[in-house]
Every structure is written in C-alpha cells, then in structure tokens.
C-alpha cells in the first residue's frame, strides 16, 4: 500500500470530516455515518453502553453519590463561607463619616491604623531579625573573645603567684640550709 492512497483527516468534528483525494487534491466531506474514521465524544448514544451499564450500575451508583456528597458539601462550604463574610462585616462595620460630627472624624483621622501597625510591626520585626543575627552574634563573639582574654590573663596572674611563691620558698629554703 502505498502513502499516496491513504487519506488525510483535517478536520475531526463529530458531524463531519474532511478528508483529501491524494490524486485529485480536493477536499470533499465524508458523513460521519459511512466514511468518517474519527468518532467524537458527544456522539455516542447509550446504546454502545447497555451491555457494560448492568456491570458498572455499582460503580456508576457509587460514582454518582460520591459526586452528589461533594456537590453538597461544596454548598455548604459556600454557604459557610458567606456566613463568615457575613460575621466579619458585622465585627467590622464601616464607618459612613458623612453623619458624624468634625470631631469625631479628626479623632478618627488620628485613631491608630491596623496597616501602619502591621508596617510597623514588620519594620520592627525586621531590625529585630537583623540585631538577632548580625549585631547579637557579634556581641556574642566578643563576650567569648572578652571572656578569653580573662581567662588569659587570669592564668598569667596565677603563674606569676605560683613563680613568686616558689621563688620565695626556695629563697627560704636555701637559707636554712
């Protein structure tokens, strides 16, 4: 068989598809019913399925109350949901400045803002990170660097004692003898 005599598929719809005359170069439409190769997803009737449906009746039944328990508890999420925005709004009402006095809308003007606090807080988190790691790790390492040196110079002090002490001893003890 030759490449030429297969025909060539353009289009895949499922009423119609085109397939090319390789010798004459025109396309002609082939009906879905006779000539067509390709078979679309909607185009399938429940006849195909008689048979198999006795086998998959559990599993459809199954498949179908797994899908009817998520369509429900996807409800009540949303409607959950839209209680919790209710609430929120609730605890949160926003305020119509239009009837409150000059006074209050300055006192509400200079009130605290939850963004400034949080900019702050982060700012503060921050330079407290960076001291933490940076400027905390360097004092630490000159504690244990000051801590060093003591200890250094305690034991030099001690040896001088000890050299002192043992000086004299045998300055004593010489003259004894």
Not at 64 to 76: A, C, F, G, N, Y
Not at 102 to 125: G, M, T, V
């Amino acid at each position: 068989m030759d490449n030429n005599d297969i025909p060539i598929i353009t289009d895949t719809e499922a009423e119609t598809s085109i397939e090319q005359d390789p010798e004459e170069k025109i396309a002609t439409i082939a009906s879905n019913a006779t000539q067509n190769i390709t078979k679309s997803l909607f185009n399938l009737t429940l006849e195909n399925f008689e048979d198999e449906e006795e086998q998959n009746s559990l599993e459809f039944k199954a498949y179908e109350s797994r899908l009817h328990q998520e369509m429900k508890d996807w409800k009540t999420l949303l409607r959950q949901t839209y209680s919790d925005l209710k609430k929120a709004k609730q605890k949160h009402p926003i305020i119509d400045k239009s009837v409150l006095s000059h006074e209050k809308i300055k006192y509400l003007e200079k009130a605290p803002c939850l963004q400034n606090f949080i900019r702050e807080s982060l700012d503060f988190r921050h330079q407290a990170y960076i001291f933490l790691e940076l400027d905390y790790a360097d004092t630490m390492d000159m504690i244990r660097n000051l801590e060093d040196q003591c200890e250094h110079r305690l034991n030099q002090v001690m040896a001088e004692k000890i050299r002192e002490n043992l000086a004299s001893f045998s300055k004593n003890r010489t003259r004894q003898f």
